[in-house]
């Protein structure tokens, strides 16, 4: 077995859930386990407005990385589909574009997400995946993304808050949000920008998060970090099954710790006051 144990991190989370790093895993026996299965695994990824920039390095490197070897169905939501590019693919891999609308708000198009992801489940991908995951597209992949990360529900946990103490975590904190999460309460921070499962679980999460999301709209909330707000509460509720290090989504500004063996996705450097509607 190509596996290595590692003292430096933990490996399980207190409900016995896996925490994915490089070295804890055999990736070739996992193969063996999940290619006879014939699945497909979906990815959602949103290019609205100026992101639509970031979509030629995303998918170019997805397909270097993400699930090699399986068949993978991209679903790029955006604005602009005259401007998708054209990326070269395998042929067990294809690409459908979804149109959508724009908003004056980027923190509306982040969250806006959770609702066409759950309608995506429910009016095309049931009996045509099993696994999604939906991933920002601010982002590229650096190293393999596989079946290692397949869980029920699986979240990342968000790179900047790994080391932190639960207090310095950016839960939304007031009680009138149904993103709320007490002082003392919370696993870990997980992040809005890569999160996945099967079908079923993630049907689930973004159903409710986005009738949370709308019901704190209506009442004039939105929490501190909108959807990821609510994906943290709901994971904290709901514990997800399978954990992934913060290999699985870096961020490019920042330095990497003798922990980080790899890095298999990580978000780009950007200038939001170029790229964002509204700052
Ligand atoms: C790494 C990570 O976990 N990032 C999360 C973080 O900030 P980020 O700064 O990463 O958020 P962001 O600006 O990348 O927006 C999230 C995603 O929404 C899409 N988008 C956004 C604006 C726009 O004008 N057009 C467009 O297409 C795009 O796919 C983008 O990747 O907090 C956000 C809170 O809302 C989301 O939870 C992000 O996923
Ligand atoms: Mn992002």
Redesign the pocket.
């Known amino acids: 077995m190509s596996c290595v144990s590692r003292r430096d991190i933990v490996a399980v989370t207190p409900w016995l859930a896996p925490i994915v790093w490089e070295g804890t895993f055999d990736s070739h026996l996992i193969d063996n386990i999940y290619r006879p299965q014939n699945i497909t695994i979906a990815a959602t990824?949103?290019?609205?407005?100026?992101?639509?920039r970031?979509l030629q390095d995303f998918l170019l490197t997805a397909e270097q990385h993400f699930f090699i070897g399986y068949r993978v169905v991209y679903y790029v939501?955006?604005d602009k589909p005259e401007e998708v590019p054209h990326v070269n693919m395998a042929n067990n891999r294809k690409l459908n574009v979804v149109s959508v609308p724009?908003?004056n708000r980027?923190?509306e198009?982040?969250?806006r997400?959770m609702e066409l992801i759950q309608t995506l489940i429910e009016e095309k991908l049931r009996n045509h995946a099993d696994y999604i995951y939906c991933l920002?597209?601010?982002?590229k992949f650096h190293g393999p993304w596989g079946a290692e990360s397949l869980g029920h529900l699986v979240a990342v946990i968000?790179?900047g808050y790994y080391g932190s103490t639960r207090s310095k975590f950016t839960y939304e904190r007031r009680s009138v949000s149904r993103a709320y999460i007490a002082e003392g309460e919370g696993d870990f921070y997980y992040?809005?920008?890569?999160f996945g499962g099967s079908l079923k679980g993630v049907h689930t999460l973004a159903d409710t998060c986005r009738r949370n999301f709308e019901a704190d709209a209506a009442e004039g909330i939105e929490a501190a970090?909108?959807?990821?707000s609510h994906?943290n509460r709901y994971m904290w509720i709901n514990k997800p099954t399978k954990v992934l290090s913060p290999e699985y989504?870096w961020?490019d500004f920042k330095p990497r710790t003798p922990e980080l063996k790899i890095i298999r996705f990580s978000?780009v450097i950007?200038n939001?006051a170029d790229?964002?509607?509204n700052k």
């Open positions: 990824v949103f290019a609205v407005g100026k992101y639509i970031f939501f955006t724009s908003s980027w923190q198009i982040s969250a997400r920002d597209v601010d982002s968000h790179p992040c809005g920008g890569a970090w909108q959807e990821e994906l989504l961020q978000g950007k939001y790229i964002r509607p």
